[in-house]
């Protein structure tokens, strides 16, 4: 992998990104074969490889952690962001809803967790959001729960409050991908998202549309999307932020085209 040392002043990101990828598969002998092992060791598909290593596109916060986890063989997201060059940084850091903080352990074994297992997913970003008592846990998951509970424990993925059977978030925590997202995201609008409430203002919001549109007013509202979705954290961090309402929000906008065929 290149270091900021080496790195031309001018080079930006995608073709930082570009030269690290093919410097990591110049160990293979078979191009082929190396991009298709590449490819699954980040989870990344072969074509879009290419077209990163190529600089057609630009990768995502979450697509950089997927790629320089495998470059950097790197042991959590913390290790990663402080290894990785400047550059990278930096767009990990803007891109990152959730602030880096070098007293906490990203874990890429939490994020398998939360993808397998919705109790253990509800009960982590639940946490996140304030604490979470033993006595809501029990009466929403059972027994399971109370398993799942102590599991969660064990990992350091919730401490203990001093109030008694309350708990926290710890400080092993996970930066999930698009595909956690969704999960993610279907759950929490499967089992909160109430749209009964919806005909009183100020309760919740949800809205449906579709369109067909060009490529550019297409990737004016993907930009619209981020910006909406940056004010909402931003607002999160503000001094009258805090508050016992414990709300989530959901965001998608994408092509109604199938990866496999067009309409």
């Known amino acids: 992998m290149q270091t900021d040392m080496n790195i031309p002043a001018k080079q930006g990101l995608a073709e930082v990104v570009a030269g690290d990828i093919t410097l990591y598969l110049n160990q293979f002998k078979d191009q082929s074969i190396g991009l298709r092992t590449v490819s699954e060791r980040m989870g990344i598909h072969q074509k879009t490889l290419k077209r990163l290593i190529s600089c057609q596109n630009k990768a995502t916060y979450s697509t950089l952690y997927k790629i320089y986890r495998v ?12 290894r990785c060059p400047k550059i990278v940084k930096e767009a990990l850091a803007k891109g990152n809803p959730k602030p880096l903080n070098r007293d906490i352990t990203y874990s890429f074994d939490l994020e398998n967790e939360i993808a397998r297992c919705s109790v253990f997913s509800e009960i982590y970003f639940t946490a996140t959001a304030g604490p979470i008592s033993r006595e809501f846990i029990r009466f929403r998951f059972g027994d399971f729960g109370e398993k799942i509970l102590e599991r969660m424990l064990i990992m350091k993925v919730l401490i203990c409050s001093k109030e008694p059977n309350q708990f926290y978030i710890g ?67 503000t001094e009258a932020a805090l508050g016992n309402i414990k709300a989530f929000t959901y965001m998608v906008t994408d092509t109604n085209n199938s990866s496999k065929a067009r309409l």
């Open 71 to 82: 470059l950097l063989s790197a042991t959590d997201d913390s290790d990663l962001y402080q």
């Open 171 to 237: 400080n092993i925590q996970a930066n999930i991908s698009s595909a956690t997202i969704k999960k993610v995201g279907l759950h929490f609008v499967e089992n909160y998202s109430k749209p009964e409430n919806s005909d009183d203002r100020g309760e919740n919001y949800s809205a449906f549309f579709i369109e067909g549109l060009s490529a550019e007013v297409y990737n004016q509202w993907l930009l619209l999307d981020e910006e909406c979705f940056r004010k909402k954290i931003a607002l999160t961090k």
